[in-house]
């Protein structure tokens, strides 16, 4: 594994324009079932978080565009179809406990917690922790337990999970966070030794070992062991 708790995809974007609220959601409901986001809960969960309170500073004003957008640390948040679309692989039920690898904005953890029973979140920034703990209080999100952590080692404290969920890339899905998936469970993983083309993958733990099923193609920062500098 090359990298650790990095969070979102890589291309960000410069620059924007606003719409009136009522048109911003309708198009950015639109532009989810368009690419492929089709699940009701997932859709639900994903127009009661609203975004725009993830995405700060010269960017605010392209929070609902289907993007990635850069956040503090070096790091982005996610396009909201990609956030959709490895929620819906992840499938998340009301009854389960979710880990998250990279908090980054908190976005993520947001849409999770709607879906779920608990969201331990971690990531190795403490500012990106410290805000997205400020932002899930606001929203009265209590079901979202955030740490500092080194995300390449999970959270075996807490093991096993019924779902985990990486928002970083790395070279193959991490055995630590592997072993603390329950029988049954899942982890949704983008894997790849380049740094422009990875495979998100979903992997479902059975009886007998590990099940991979290959998604689509995603650009997301590497997963970078040890804990950052801020």
């Known amino acids: 594994m090359r990298s650790a708790g990095g969070h979102g995809e890589q291309d960000v974007p410069s620059g924007g324009c606003g719409d009136e609220p009522a048109e911003r959601q309708m198009r950015f409901l639109f532009q989810l079932r368009s690419r492929?986001?089709?699940d009701p809960r997932v859709l639900a969960a994903m127009e009661r978080i609203d975004r725009g309170a993830f995405v700060r500073g010269h960017f605010e004003d392209r929070a609902y565009e289907d993007t990635p957008l850069p956040i503090a640390c070096g790091q982005t948040?996610?396009?909201?179809?990609?956030?959709?679309?490895?929620?819906?692989?992840?499938?998340?039920?009301?009854?389960?406990?979710?880990?998250?690898?990279?908090?980054?904005?908190?976005?993520?953890?947001?849409?999770?917690?709607?879906?779920?029973?608990?969201?331990?979140?971690?990531?190795?920034?403490?500012?990106?922790?410290?805000?997205?703990?400020?932002?899930?209080?606001?929203?009265?999100?209590?079901?979202?337990?955030?740490?500092?952590?080194?995300g390449s080692f999970g959270l075996p404290e807490q093991a096993p999970f019924d779902r985990i969920m990486v928002t970083a890339a790395a070279e193959d899905p991490p055995g630590p966070l592997l072993s603390q998936l329950k029988v049954g469970g899942i982890m949704v993983v983008p894997v790849g030794q380049s740094d422009a083309v990875q495979t998100l993958i979903r992997v479902?733990?059975?009886?007998?070992?590990?099940?991979?099923?290959?998604?689509?193609?995603?650009?997301?920062?590497?997963?970078?062991?040890?804990?950052?500098?801020?």
Request: aromatic share 4%.
């Open 77 to 150: 948040i996610s396009q909201p179809s990609v956030v959709g679309l490895m929620t819906q692989a992840l499938n998340p039920g009301p009854r389960d406990m979710v880990l998250e690898i990279g908090t980054g904005s908190g976005y993520q953890a947001a849409v999770l917690s709607v879906l779920c029973r608990r969201v331990m979140t971690v990531d190795r920034h403490r500012r990106l922790v410290a805000e997205a703990e400020q932002l899930f209080r606001q929203l009265g999100l209590t079901n979202i337990t955030a740490r500092v952590a080194d």
């Open 36 to 38: 492929g986001v089709t």
């Open 204 to 230: 479902t733990r059975t009886e007998t070992g590990y099940a991979y099923d290959e998604m689509r193609q995603v650009r997301f920062v590497p997963l970078v062991e040890g804990l950052g500098q801020t």
